[in-house]
């Protein structure tokens, strides 16, 4: 997975005025929670802000990345856990991240990549990539920045579900009968097949 510094000033108030007053600076309210816990078992959460400037490589890319945070000279690696945006303007409202433990899986989202010219293709249907992502639990040096499915086989009508792939040190998340990908009959293959039939 590649890496991305992302500049961030820690905050000192968080309250609703507050925040109103750093998104009008046109920065971020964002939360890193931390590896490890406080005296009363609680995640210990780190409040900063980061400019949209700064967010940008990281949030409008079809890539995943490993966040170097430096919040002030300190450096943490994390990942991007959730993400607001406003419903109207899309402008980003809120981020959190979590600090990577490197011997603890975590929980992100993997880009799909089909490989292949799927037979069903080849008799004249449409492929149909149904999930961009995947979600994946993993240590998270071995988490891949894309998720390689092969469709050579694949025949008209049917379908690869996340319960027929499998990743080596890597748990999918996603429901075992939700559909990746299908290729759909087309018009033209229906003809084709039901000529083939007489």
Do not use: W
């Amino acid at each position: 997975m590649k890496s991305i510094e992302v500049k961030g000033s820690l905050r000192t108030e968080t309250g609703k005025k507050a925040t109103r007053e750093l998104r009008k600076s046109d920065a971020v309210p964002c939360v890193l929670y931390g590896a490890q816990k406080d005296e009363n078992g609680q995640t210990i959460a780190t409040h900063f802000s980061v400019t949209n400037d700064n967010l940008r490589k990281l949030v409008y890319t079809p890539h995943i990345y490993v966040v170097d945070l430096n919040i002030d000279g300190k450096i943490t690696n994390a990942v991007m856990k959730d993400i607001q945006f406003h419903p109207v303007t899309d402008k980003i409202l809120h981020i959190d991240f979590y600090q990577i433990d490197e011997t603890k899986p975590i929980v992100m989202e993997v880009p799909v990549q089909l490989e292949g010219l799927a037979e069903g293709v080849k008799a004249g249907g449409k492929l149909s990539l149904q999930m961009r992502k995947l979600k994946v639990k993993a240590l998270y040096n071995v988490i891949p920045e894309r998720l390689t499915v092969n469709i050579t086989n694949l025949g008209l009508g049917k379908t690869i579900k996340v319960g027929e792939l499998s990743y080596e040190n890597i748990e999918l998340m996603n429901a075992k009968d939700a559909v990746v990908c299908a290729v759909k009959l087309t018009r033209a293959a229906r003809g084709a097949q039901a000529a083939a039939a007489k």
